[in-house]
């Protein structure tokens, strides 16, 4: 029985950690609002090394998804400190994922045309 209980908090520790990661990466897609402000300002830290302008988009959208997870992870963080927990359970994988959800609206609604001006 125990192990079947750790067999499905396992599993729904993989899938939450899954759904965070695509969705800050979704969050640095091309069409979320943030991108046109973040690849100006890295444009002239990565043009002296990298000359593509193609490696500069992505790098760009990496950039920025590799930024929602860390930012998002710090209430996830605070509350597994609080509660002393030496080990990430759902819950905290949990706030981790709906903060990332509430970072990510703003590309979520650029995915779904809202912020296009035309």
């Keep these: 029985m125990?192990?079947?209980?750790?067999?499905?908090?396992t599993m729904q520790r993989d899938v939450?950690?899954?759904?965070?990661?695509a969705l800050s990466l979704l969050n640095?897609?091309?069409?979320?609002?943030?991108?046109?402000?973040?690849?100006?300002?890295?444009?002239?830290?990565?043009?002296?090394?990298?000359?593509?302008?193609?490696?500069?988009?992505y790098l760009t959208s990496l950039f920025i998804g590799v930024m929602t997870l860390a930012i998002s992870g710090i209430p996830a963080a605070l509350y597994e400190r609080m509660r002393g927990l030496r080990e990430s359970t759902p819950l905290s994988l949990?706030?981790?994922?709906?903060?990332t959800f509430v970072l990510s609206l703003p590309g979520l609604l650029g995915a779904t045309g809202y912020f296009n001006i035309e």
Excluded: K, N, Y
Excluded at 2 to 9: A, F, G, S, T
Excluded at 16 to 21: R, W
């Design 2 to 9: 125990d192990d079947l209980h750790h067999r499905e908090q």
């Design 28 to 57: 640095g897609m091309h069409f979320s609002p943030l991108f046109d402000p973040v690849f100006f300002l890295l444009r002239p830290f990565v043009a002296p090394i990298l000359a593509s302008p193609l490696v500069l988009f």
């Design 94 to 99: 949990g706030v981790w994922f709906v903060t």
């Design 16 to 21: 939450l950690l899954v759904a965070t990661t």
